[in-house]
């Protein structure tokens, strides 16, 4: 039986609904706690401004089982990432055909074959993205929720967000039911992905330190490698701070200009040693401006630096690596356990390379021009608004089908979450009352040289996102998503 109280505080809703001046004031409420919890974003315009964070009125409904399965295969998820970035011949393989028609792979690719990846010591911090799914219209939204499994959106490999504020956003929502005198929910797991990454950052110098030895007065350091208009500043400084090193954050064009390597292989940089790398900029395109930018990013992953993520780990993350693995015969190939594959394989749905002339990949690309609803047209590129639905997808695969930019391309089914009511909290704009989907995410973490695993694990914490049913991506810092908390119905 459901956990009546759970329930209590999920059909709050139905009071609000109802009383549109108490949605306002409530709505201050959320605000003002998430500000003054850090969960802010900069101000696009105004310097030295910050926004809150967009978040839901309300937390999220979910399933204890769906959420317990997803978070006991996270340790096997980060093995099968690291274990992909570490065999050349496979990541080359399945990525030559991208490759060929876009210059951002093809550049990734050239530095990953200049790094003896085996030799290097590495840290990641992945997070495995999921859409509760469950295709009966007939059954209620709560119903549905306990009837669903999660479905694997994407696997994040690079810059991964919100271990900072996610991990508030229950103290958000506690504060918003307390408002409304409705029980909180228990803090069993809040926070514990904060210690977890930013203990990692601090093991990872440690074991830099241990294998590279302090020089003098020369101080070993974390840097962070950022955009030059970063709005997402106070998540990455909580993670920073969690850490307690020394940290500078520079851009790549700074980096270039003030960084340079010694015969060892220390990055070097301003009369500091650079230990740690934590990329949270270099997943897109535009952040690389010139060729400079490049030869920084190639100079870094060439030094004795521990990388977070290295370019291996980063080039795993892509949609076609994710769309290989999804065939039972190639995850075998690193994954030897049956029954932790069969538990991989059950979350994924269909996935096929949209330049394929397999006969599997040509009826589901036919079907997708008829009944687009049941898709989504991905591109390897991460960071949100890139992919394509309903009406566009059909115009975009009508231009990319048959011709070499295909290669591009992933089809995928589309996941059918059930939808919730929540009201959607944002700066500057009126409180919203819309049918919303929630997508959680699964901090891991890992470090490693090649076969040597030395910290793999994950966080009990999850990040919740949602947004309105009708929208396709799911990024809070772009403007797509709300950042959400979970109430877990303990049995089905």
């Not at 209590?8 to 809703?13: C, P, Q, T, Y």
């Not at 210690?195 to 330190?209: C, E, I, M």
């Not at 932790?340 to 036919?366: F, N, P, Y």
């Amino acid at each position: 039986m459901a956990d009546l109280r759970t329930l209590a505080n999920f059909h709050v809703i139905e009071t609000l609904k109802k009383n549109p001046k108490l949605v306002e004031e409530v709505s201050e409420v959320a605000k003002d706690a998430a500000s003054s919890l850090g969960l802010l974003l900069k101000d696009p315009v105004i310097a030295d401004a910050f926004l809150p964070v967009p978040v839901t009125l309300l937390p999220s409904l979910t399933s204890h089982h769906a959420v317990h399965e997803v978070l006991q295969l996270q340790p096997e998820i980060n093995l099968l990432m690291h274990r992909v970035s570490h065999d050349r011949n496979f990541l080359t393989q399945s990525l030559a055909g991208v490759s060929s028609v876009d210059p951002f792979i093809k550049s990734l690719l050239n530095i990953y074959n200049q790094v003896d990846i085996d030799a290097q010591w590495e840290l990641d911090f992945i997070r495995s993205d999921y859409l509760l799914h469950c295709n009966d219209p007939t059954l209620s939204f709560v119903d549905a929720v306990k009837a669903g499994s999660y479905k694997q959106v994407e696997v994040n490999m690079i810059c991964i967000a919100f271990a900072g504020l996610s991990s508030r956003m229950q103290d958000v929502h506690n504060r918003v039911l307390n408002f409304l005198e409705c029980d909180v929910v228990p803090a069993e797991n809040a926070g514990d992905v904060l210690p977890l990454y930013g203990g990692a950052l601090k093991l990872a110098h440690g074991v830099y330190s241990k294998n590279f030895p302090a020089t003098g007065k020369r101080q070993q350091v974390l840097l962070t490698v950022i955009h030059p208009e970063e709005r997402n500043t106070m998540d990455q400084r909580m993670v920073e701070f969690e850490s307690g090193l020394l940290c500078l954050r520079r851009t790549f064009q700074q980096i270039g200009e003030r960084a340079t390597l010694d015969e060892e292989g220390r990055l070097l940089i301003e009369g500091l040693e650079v230990a740690v790398v934590y990329y949270r900029v270099g997943y897109a395109p535009p952040h690389y401006a010139s060729d400079k930018d490049w030869e920084t990013r190639l100079l870094i992953e060439k030094s004795s630096a521990i990388k977070c993520p290295s370019v291996a780990h980063q080039l795993s993350g892509f949609k076609k690596i994710q769309q290989e693995l999804s065939r039972p015969e190639v995850l075998v190939k690193f994954i030897s356990e049956k029954s932790v594959r069969d538990r991989m394989l059950e979350t994924c749905v269909g996935q096929w390379d949209v330049s394929s002339s397999a006969e599997e990949a040509t009826k589901h690309i036919q079907k997708a021009f008829q009944s687009p609803e049941l898709y989504v047209l991905k591109p390897n590129r991460e960071g949100g608004g890139n992919n394509f639905y309903d009406g566009q997808l059909i115009s975009r695969l009508k231009e990319v089908y048959q011709t070499d930019q295909a290669k591009e391309f992933i089809l995928m089914e589309r996941i059918l979450p059930p939808l919730q009511e929540n009201f959607l909290v944002r700066p500057q704009k009126p409180t919203e009352l819309l049918h919303t989907v929630s997508e959680i995410g699964i901090f891991g973490v890992i470090i490693a040289r090649g076969d040597e695993i030395i910290c793999n694990a994950f966080a009990k914490d999850i990040l919740v996102r949602t947004k309105a049913s009708t929208v396709g991506e799911g990024g809070v810092a772009t403007g797509y998503a709300c950042l959400s908390s979970a109430i877990i119905l303990k049995s089905a």
